[in-house]
């Protein structure tokens, strides 16, 4: 079954928090907290794809959870302490 979601990295520390999606290229989301993090990280992800629905452009295709596993880049995120966020 294909993937419905885009799935985010997220990694940190107190006050340092960085959020990405794999399936999203081209930014990173930071904030303070984990939570300021993420929700900069979901409305990047939203703007950008109200972008390519407005310019007819495709947007990028979700993998699932077990597809990102397997991906070397995602692997060596993980292996620094990364984790993979389920919503």
């Known amino acids: 079954?294909?993937?419905t979601r885009y799935v985010p990295l997220i990694n940190g520390h107190t006050g340092s928090w960085r959020?990405?999606?794999p399936d999203?290229?081209?930014f990173v989301a930071v904030g303070p907290t984990?939570?300021?993090a993420l929700r900069d990280a979901f409305g990047a992800v939203a703007d950008r794809l109200d972008y390519c629905e407005a310019e007819d452009l495709p947007a990028p295709d979700p993998r699932t959870i077990d597809e990102l596993l397997d991906d070397?880049?995602?692997k060596v995120?993980?292996?620094v302490?990364?984790?993979?966020?389920?919503?």
């Open 19 to 21: 959020v990405w999606f």
């Open 81 to 87: 302490g990364a984790k993979l966020v389920e919503m």
């Open 1 to 3: 079954m294909r993937a």
């Open 77 to 79: 995120h993980l292996s």
């Open 34 to 36: 984990a939570a300021d």
């Open 72 to 74: 070397p880049e995602v």
């Open 24 to 26: 999203v290229p081209s």
